[in-house]
């Protein structure tokens, strides 16, 4: 049974046996890197759901828009994406190249990198479905002996950090004040006058 929940873990039954897999992310709008790789995950699932109902494995599927410096801290996000099978990260080596959506979307000159994955020898900008399938069931079947490696510790890579910084400055300009006072300030129809647009040159409320 694969149970998909959004930035939530879903409880499954006490006969089950569990496998969590946690989905990091920094867009899926036009990060086609990103994008990609959820495809493939989803795909993957399809593919292996015979199988874990057969040996009584339940899929917890947590996925998560890591939106913030201190957010990807907390996380030990230091790659977008990233997928993890009970808390390791399927990638074994961490490899980057930059991203021309990431690097778009941001004032950091181009330079966002985002995983390439090393699969059979071959790299990918997109997690590959049966890289996803083996690493599923070699934590199924290998009776979670795989050690894990400790989710990194630190300052957020420069990258990441550069990327957050920008986005936070883009969420600042874009108002004046706050969304929750723009929501209380005026009645609707006055917001144009009181909170501007994108013509009236005024900016937060008046």
Known sequence: MVAAVLDGLVASPATMHQLGIDFLYLDLETCTRCRGTNANLEAALVEVERVLD?????????????????????????????????????????????????????ACDGTIDCRVWVWQGQEHTEAPTAMIVDAILREVYGGGERAIAPLPVGPVPENLACFFADKERLAATASCCPPAEQATCCEPSEKASCCGDEVSEICGCQ
């Open 54 to 106: 057969a040996a009584g494995v339940e899929v917890s599927m947590r996925k998560t828009l890591v939106a913030s410096a201190e957010q990807a801290r907390a996380l030990g996000f230091v790659s977008s994406p990233t997928i993890r099978v009970n808390g390791a990260d399927i990638a074994l080596e961490l490899r980057q190249s930059s991203c021309a959506e990431c690097g778009e979307a941001c």
